[in-house]
């Protein structure tokens, strides 16, 4: 098993080619749409995550691209040939769930085989696919453990190893990680970094960690109710959320609902439902016609300061009514003047809390805050 670099990887991501392709891909479940009518590619060597809340279609949209069920309508497409009604196994994808589905009363070498043996694969190539893929994974040692005897993250490793083994195409991933604990799925981020960029292959991996989707991506999409309501990279989709459900699953957001007042080619000044005057600078995907609207701010975008700033375009007073010392930050919830609560991420420079009910004044940027279609 190759360990370099694919020249996949090398091209920009307009040269490659699709690995994978959904067109107007459907699937009802008793009359119910699971996936609606979505459009999707993946390029040749990326990293791509499928993101959103639980029951939005993300984990049929994988099964979909695996073969294990077919769609209603559409088609699937993997490597250029329409994969639609294709079974699983004929299928140049393999995948690695959560629950590991590993052979309890096999080794950890016999696990990794598994799927060689059935394509009646010579034994000396079997042998040395299995230590190549034990190499790659770090558990040349652990060869001949049971999995009953392996940690959670060694498991991992082991399901990884044995999809890898194969040499897929696509390498998918159901939640990979979401049975590790916190610590160890962070260790297990970085080895599957490393995995991707040491092989070159497409990843397409399921989960609803908004933080792991935007630190391990290439692309998103983010799914609602069988949608996909955005595809960008990890900063496109958290700078510049199309939705306001993308702007508010991804990372955290203040959402202030409100009626524009005033509009020209540069600003967009709104009133919130509570009265409250914003002032944000126009964006390139702002509808020209925009009347009601949601802002959105980032807790990290907002100044909080008990002295009044100066140049920031939006400022309002109020008082601290809850803080959570993170240590690194002082996660704060002011309430303004006008009752709207905004929630402030304030850095740890002086080592000291805000005391509640302290008076403070909130401030941040026009060009800090989007104006999103209510």
Not at 142 to 153: C, I, K, T, V
Not at 229 to 242: A, N
Not at 280 to 308: C, F, N, W, Y
Not at 309 to 316: D, I, K, R, S, T
Request: aromatic content about 6%.
């Amino acid at each position: 098993m190759s360990q370099t670099v694919s020249p996949a990887l090398s091209r920009s991501q307009d040269q490659r080619v699709a690995d994978v392709e959904l067109c107007q891909v459907s699937k009802y479940f008793g009359g119910e749409a699971a996936v609606k009518a979505i459009d999707l590619t993946i390029r040749e060597g990326e990293f791509f995550s499928i993101l959103g809340p639980s029951g939005c279609g993300k984990t049929t949209t994988l099964r979909l691209i695996a073969g294990f069920e077919q769609p209603t309508s559409g088609t699937v497409v993997i490597q250029g040939q329409d994969m639609s009604r294709t079974p699983a196994h004929r299928r140049s994808v393999n995948t690695v769930f959560q629950s590991y589905a590993l052979f309890n009363h096999m080794t950890v070498k016999d696990n990794i085989a598994f799927g060689l043996r059935i394509k009646h694969m010579e034994r000396s190539q079997v042998q040395q696919r299995v230590a190549d893929a034990l190499r790659l994974v770090k558990m040349e040692a652990f060869g001949n453990r049971y999995p009953a005897q392996l940690s959670g993250g060694q498991k991992q490793r082991v399901a990884l190893a044995r999809a890898l083994v194969n040499r897929p195409a696509v390498m998918l991933l159901d939640e990979p990680l979401g049975a590790l604990d916190l610590k160890l799925r962070k260790e297990m981020q970085v080895e599957l970094s490393n995995l991707h960029q040491q092989l070159g292959i497409t990843f397409v991996m399921v989960t609803h960690d908004q933080e792991e989707a935007l630190s391990l991506s290439d692309r998103i999409a983010v799914m609602k109710d069988g949608d996909i309501e955005q595809i960008g990279t990890p900063s496109e989709i958290y700078d510049h959320p199309k939705t306001p459900f993308v702007a508010d699953f991804i990372g955290d957001t203040n959402l202030l609902r409100g009626e524009v007042e005033v509009a020209d080619a540069e600003w967009v000044r709104l009133q919130t439902l509570e009265g409250t005057l914003i002032t944000v600078k126009r964006t390139a995907g702002m509808p020209a016609d925009l009347t009601a609207a949601v802002v959105s701010i980032r807790p990290e975008k907002i100044h909080l300061s008990q002295d009044l700033p100066q140049n920031e375009g939006n400022c309002y007073s109020g008082y601290v009514k809850h803080v959570m010392y993170l240590g690194t930050h002082l996660h704060c919830v002011v309430q303004l003047q006008s009752g709207e609560c905004l929630t402030v991420m304030q850095p740890n420079r002086t080592g000291q809390s805000l005391a509640l009910e302290t008076p403070v004044y909130v401030s941040w940027m026009p060009a800090d805050c989007l104006a999103l279609a209510a």
